[in-house]
T-cell receptor, first 115, second 113 residues
Framework: GAGVSQSPSNKVTEKGKDVELRCDPI?????LYWYRQSLGQGLEFLIY????????KSGLPSDRFSAERTGGSVSTLTIQRTQQEDSAVYLCASSLTGRSGNTIYFGEGSWLTVV | SQELEQSPQSLIVQEGKNLTINCTSS?????LYWYKQKYGEGLIFLMM?????EEKSHEKITAKLDEKKQQSSLHITASQPSHAGIYLCGADSSGTSYGKLTFGQGTILTVHP
């Protein structure tokens, strides 16, 4: 597609439920990133994919968070047993390659509210 | 760990005025990105700087990278209401071979017509 596409754009879920957030990167981009933006913490790196593998998962806050990428394209971020502190905007980004210096393009984000 | 400090945290200007936003790093900068964000929207890529002394311009926005000072500045000339938003600097500071960015806290820009 023309840009990074994310869905859903908004999600309200009850505490304890699982949620899945989807990211469709720019066509041909091999690198994909997930970030989280919250009021108290700003914009934080979560995970980096190169192709279908994730060489850097260092930003995932707990084992309730997981992500996968299939076909070198679409990625899904899953949060299990959601907590109120998971409420944030989850932003996906992609770049042509994983090399430093490539332009990194962000999607519109998925707003998650846990009630 | 890498930290980026943006200043000012917020800025209110009259349309037509020039302004500058600074981004200072606690560590060596390997690459510096500037993004703009409108409330409720994603990040819009503005510019990327990689080399010390590098300067890039797009329309009325100019960004510079001072590698020695570990600092970048974003300058807007003759500001317009369309420039309003949150400006974020992001640094590829870890020296990794991929774009893992650390971001500043953002500068909120308001432009009054």
């Amino acid at each position: 597609g023309a840009g990074v596409s994310q869905s859903p754009s908004n999600k309200v879920t009850e505490k304890g439920k699982d949620v899945e957030l989807r990211c469709d990167p720019i066509s041909g981009h091999t690198a994909l990133y997930w970030y989280r933006q919250s009021l108290g913490q700003g914009l934080e790196f979560l995970i980096y994919f190169q192709g279908n593998s994730a060489p850097d998962k260092s930003g995932l806050p707990s084992d309730r968070f997981s992500a996968e990428r299939t076909g070198g394209s679409v990625s899904t971020l899953t949060i299990q047993r959601t907590q109120q502190e998971d409420s944030a905007v989850y932003l996906c980004a992609s770049s042509l390659t994983g090399r430093s210096g490539n332009t990194i393009y962000f999607g519109e984000g998925s707003w998650l509210t846990v009630v | 760990s890498q930290e980026l400090e943006q200043s000012p945290q917020s800025l209110i200007v009259q349309e037509g005025k020039n302004l500058t936003i600074n981004c200072t790093s606690s560590k060596t900068l390997y690459g510096l990105y500037w993004y703009k964000q409108k409330y409720g929207e994603g990040l819009i890529f503005l510019m990327m700087l990689q080399k010390g002394g590098e300067e890039k311009s797009h329309e009325k926005i100019t960004a510079k990278l001072d590698e020695k000072k570990q600092q970048s500045s974003l300058h807007i000339t003759a500001s317009q209401p369309s420039h309003a938003g949150i400006y974020l600097c992001g640094a590829d500071s870890s020296g990794t071979s991929y774009g893992k960015l650390t971001f500043g806290q953002g500068t909120i820009l308001t432009v009054h017509p």
